[in-house]
């Protein structure tokens, strides 16, 4: 499958309706399990005063959350444009728009405009994507300090049921597909690229968090 399939699946799949259901589940629930652990992680690492570049970032959880521990600004690219203006709203009503960037569009397409920062985040996001090599070398060459991403478990049984839902949205003529790259794989780029592994943590029965240190 080329990348621009999945472009145009990516923004039919994650849609203003479904947008309006994240915001909604993040204001009465706050951020989900994995997410969670992502953020406690970056805060014990120490944020403040730092940059981010959070790429696919949804409805922009890892920014809302990273603001209120102090970070300094923050650069949001997101392949959804319903995705991307629902964060932007949001950061409005809590007071941070001025402190952001907003790019539309496949990180891979337009990295080259994106200026590097302290942190790069992934959370949900490499799972999307079919050329994880470039996706993973061209952000992990944007991240000064910390990489954090939230990947699925490259387990016996994940691998199945990967394949399992990829049938179902075949069946469902859905043009979206789920990739579980190899976490080996995706460690020894970030290792060519500087950087050193400080967390690898299951967060529930699907998704790891990961963070690696430059
Ligand atoms: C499963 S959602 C995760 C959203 C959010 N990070 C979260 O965990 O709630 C995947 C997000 O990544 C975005 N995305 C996927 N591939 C992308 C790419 N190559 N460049 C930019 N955004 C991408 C999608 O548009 C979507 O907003």
Redesign the pocket.
Same mark, same amino acid.
């Given at each position: 499958m080329s990348c621009c399939n999945q472009c145009q699946a /990516?923004e039919d799949t994650?849609n203003q309706e479904t947008a309006e259901g994240?915001l909604a589940h993040y204001h009465r629930h706050g951020p989900?399990r994995q997410?969670k652990l992502l953020l406690e992680s970056l805060r014990t690492l120490g944020v403040n005063g730092l940059t981010l570049l959070d /790429? +696919? +970032? +949804?409805?922009g %959880?890892i920014q809302h959350e990273l603001f209120k521990a102090g970070i300094r600004e923050a650069i949001d690219?997101?392949?959804?444009r319903a995705?991307m203006n629902t964060a932007r709203k949001e950061s409005e009503r809590q007071g941070n728009a001025e402190r952001v960037r907003f790019y539309h569009g496949?990180? %891979?397409q337009i990295a080259e405009q994106i200026e590097p920062a302290d942190i790069v985040t992934l959370?949900?996001?490499i799972c999307?994507?079919p050329d994880m090599p470039v996706?993973v070398s061209l952000s992990a060459q944007r991240a000064r300090k910390f990489y954090a991403f %939230?990947y699925p478990r490259d387990s016996w049984w994940t691998r199945p049921l990967g394949r399992l839902g990829n049938g179902f949205l075949w069946l469902t003529r859905d043009k979206f597909r789920f990739f579980i790259h190899p976490i080996r794989e995706v460690d020894s780029i970030l290792r060519a690229n500087g950087f050193r592994p400080h967390l690898q943590r299951s967060a529930g029965l699907i998704w790891q968090v990961a963070i690696y240190i430059r």
């Open positions: /990516i994650f994240d989900s997410t /790429i +696919g +970032g +949804g409805v %959880v690219v997101d392949a959804s995705y496949d990180f %891979v959370d949900r996001v999307c994507y996706l %939230v």
